[in-house]
């Protein structure tokens, strides 16, 4: 399980942090070195992606949507998708519910 307000490495070139958790929301940071992957997955939860800062290419139920500084993207609910970083860059998942998986709820 991953600290709380910590930054982790996730996969190669790929680091996040989990800010404060609600009670049926939470968001999580994640930052990309350029060419760096975020694995294709899916999850029962509902994620709104906003980018930071930079450039990706999200893979979403077999569509590809090109991101940049100020966009958002809907992930519905079990949709499979991943990411490639086109430029180091930065952005926020907000997700619906919690992403126990992530947390350290016992």
């Known amino acids: 399980m991953m600290a709380i307000n910590q930054w982790e490495q996730a996969e190669p070139g790929v680091k996040r942090k989990i800010h404060d958790p609600g009670k049926q929301m939470m968001v999580m940071e994640v930052a990309f070195e350029k060419g760096a992957k975020g694995s294709a997955h899916n999850h029962p939860h509902e994620q709104i992606t906003y980018c930071i800062a ?24 079990n949709a499979v998708h991943g990411v490639t970083a086109l430029e180091d860059s930065q952005i926020l998942d907000i997700f619906t519910p919690l992403r126990e998986d992530l947390l350290d709820v016992n």
């Open 54 to 77: 930079g450039k990706l290419a999200f893979h979403v139920g077999g569509k590809e949507v090109v991101m940049k500084k100020g966009d958002s993207l809907h992930i519905p609910s």
